[in-house]
């Protein structure tokens, strides 16, 4: 029994695009046994099928290969899957710094479902006041029962060495990507003052052992009912879109619905993206007055781009759907940073145009492409994978518009108040004394109490980089393939 999909004529166009590339090319490519890597050659086809900017690519050119033995000495000059597939992205270091392939797939599926290899420390990294290559991290939060917890770290504290050696620019993307490690701490002196250049971070005698183990982490890491000058108000810090949390992402609006509350404060500030349905799910659930109309349109490289637009448009196109727990608001907060990416950035983007949108802290990441999984099978599905090898392939597939077209915006998303954390007063996550939450406070209560806005500090990077899918956005295969049920 095949089950139609959302977009069931993709899988379809799948097999005309690789038909149309190979059946031109070669001659009876199967029989004649010519492939030097069927890994290589999995690859390949990925990326001639779906890549976003395949039409960049000499390599991918339906015609780049006169016969199956040009083809299969091409494939031969690569030694692993891993060198082929590199050599097929488009500007690595400038435009496409995001698509990857893994050679374990069962890692990355449960990836998808908020399972990882984590010790549960969720850190920022910053320059130490004063220098350009010495490095510390604070920590952010810390998820609950994991080895960090059990270790009593805390958000706040503050660590500028791993294994006896100090952070540098150089140095710390190494150490922090080892599975096990001493962690070095060390405190913040923040001189009493709200110039951040005089700060110093002076070590201390504080070590604690890390490890990190396969871990569940919950993407719902805070939801509250906050009364604040006679108004009730949802707070909500989300930390990843996973679709296996739609259920509970329901019930919370659920419950801010059944409380009336009259304003929402959605935190994304540490939240690198994930699902696009996800996010259209929490978009439609912040509203509900918009349903059935546009939220966002794809789109995909030139040659599945004009295709869709002549034969099936409604495919390029996401809307925002119905849910009787929707709040119907006309204005929603949204703390972001620097580390709010893809999906989160979606959510702002494409809200942005129907509601107000006040965006507290400072510029998101910047990434508005979004990928999907191939495996190596004739739709690219899971479910007809072939057996012989786990690589798949996350290529980026699409970018994402809103409804009135803006993209592109690879410098991030302006806020409309400017807030940073302090290393020195991170304060409570949840606690209305927290600084980028009391700003938002603030806002809805009309309130003058004096808040110290931080100017934007340059975040080096952060703990989802040691992850495996860091800044993703990715649409589900549900939503691409014809799968078989």
């Known amino acids: 029994m095949y089950i139609l999909n959302k ?4 899988y379809l166009f799948f097999l005309f695009i690789i038909s149309i590339t190979f059946n031109s090319c070669f001659e009876d490519n199967d029989d004649n046994g010519v492939f030097a890597s069927e890994i290589n050659d999995f690859v390949w086809k990925g990326m001639n099928a779906s890549y976003l900017y395949k039409q960049n690519i000499n390599d991918l050119a339906n015609n780049r290969f006169s016969s199956s033995e040009e083809y299969a000495d091409y494939l031969n000059l ?37 399972i990882s290899n984590s010790n549960g420390m969720e850190y920022g990294l910053r320059y130490v006041p004063g220098s350009n290559n010495d490095v510390y991290g604070y920590v952010r939060y810390v998820h609950p029962n994991s080895n960090a917890d059990e270790n009593n770290i805390k958000r706040g504290d503050v660590f500028n060495g791993i294994n006896n050696t100090l952070l540098t620019i150089n140095n710390y993307s190494d150490l922090l990507s080892n599975d096990n490690y001493v962690v070095n701490f060390a405190n913040y002196l923040d001189q009493n003052t709200s110039d951040i250049s005089d700060d110093q971070v002076i070590s201390n005698d504080i070590s604690i052992e ?30 990843r879109f996973v679709g296996d949390y739609d259920d509970d992402l329901i019930s919370i609006f659920s419950n801010f619905k059944s409380n009336n509350i009259t304003d929402l404060i959605l935190d994304l500030r540490y939240n690198p993206g994930g699902s696009v349905n996800s996010s259209i799910l929490l978009s439609s659930l912040i509203t509900g007055q918009f349903s059935g109309e546009i939220i966002s349109t794809e789109q995909w490289n030139d040659e599945i781009q004009s ?29 972001a940073s620097q580390s ?22 400072t510029n998101t990441y910047g990434k508005y492409q979004a990928s999907v999984t191939l495996y190596d099978a004739e739709n690219f599905s899971f479910e007809d994978a072939n057996p012989n090898h786990t690589y798949a392939l996350q290529p980026l597939v699409l970018k994402t518009l809103n409804s009135i077209g803006n993209t592109d915006y690879i410098n991030g998303l302006n806020p409309d108040l400017v807030i940073d954390e302090n290393t020195g007063n991170l304060g409570i996550l949840g606690d209305v004394n927290e600084p980028l939450l009391a700003l938002a406070l603030q806002q809805i209560s009309l309130d003058r109490k004096e808040i110290e806005l931080i100017e934007p500090i340059e975040l080096i990077d952060d703990s989802n980089k040691f992850e495996l899918l860091e800044k993703e956005m990715y649409i589900d295969l549900n939503d691409v393939f014809l799968i078989k049920k």
């Open 7 to 10: 977009k069931p004529v993709y």
């Open 78 to 114: 690569f030694d692993s899957p891993e060198t082929i597939f590199e050599s097929l992205i488009y500007q690595r270091e400038t435009i496409d710094k995001f698509s990857f392939i893994v050679d374990d797939y069962i890692a990355l599926q449960q990836y998808f479902n908020g």
């Open 210 to 239: 890390l490890s990190k183990l396969s871990f569940e982490k919950n993407p719902i890491h805070i939801s509250s009912i906050i009364e604040h000058q006679n108004q009730t108000i949802g707070y909500l810090m989300y930390n």
């Open 307 to 335: 295709y869709y637009a002549a034969n099936d448009p409604e495919f390029l196109i996401n809307r925002f759907v119905g849910n009787s727990n929707s709040l119907n608001l006309n204005r929603v907060f949204i703390l």
């Open 340 to 361: 709010s990416a893809s999906a989160s950035e979606l959510v702002i983007n494409c809200l942005d145009p129907y509601i107000d949108v006040v965006h507290i802290g």
